[in-house]
């Protein structure tokens, strides 16, 4: 019994080809395809999720950053360590907050969380000094009646050493 075996010439299409089979197309579909499968079957988990109810709860869980992180003792380690040697922080006594900038980022975040946004942005232009050490923003009064806001910031720090508003 003899086998004989027939030639077969198989083509695939050429990027001058108008078949539908073109890599760079299909390379570009199946990207969108799989970024939206990984988030829908990404939002149903619950594993690493962290939902924070309030601005003052810092419960931490296993599902939560101190999950992701690192565990509670470690943390706890750490910040005896910089309480205790003034070595460990390399940023003490360095400059933090060095500009107007930055003054207004972190003074800002602040006030926004306690008067409200749009508030604060009407006592804008700021008068901002720095004395010795500290940064002291207000904002500017734009009627006769009523009042502004005065923050001090230390600038080696970051500490809030004193916040009000007139009325």
Known sequence: MSTTFQKVHISLPNRHSKGLFKPHIIIWMTIPFILITTIILGCGSTQNKTSIKNDTDTSCKKDSFSWVLGDSEFSKKEIARYLNDPSANLLKGHVLINNQQDLISIAET???????????????????????????MEGTLHTEKGGTFCIVIDRKTCEVKGISHGK
């Open 110 to 136: 602040i006030l926004f969380r306690i008067y409200g946004k749009q508030h604060i942005i009407h006592e804008r232009p700021y008068i901002i000094n720095l004395i010795g050490d500290y940064w002291i």
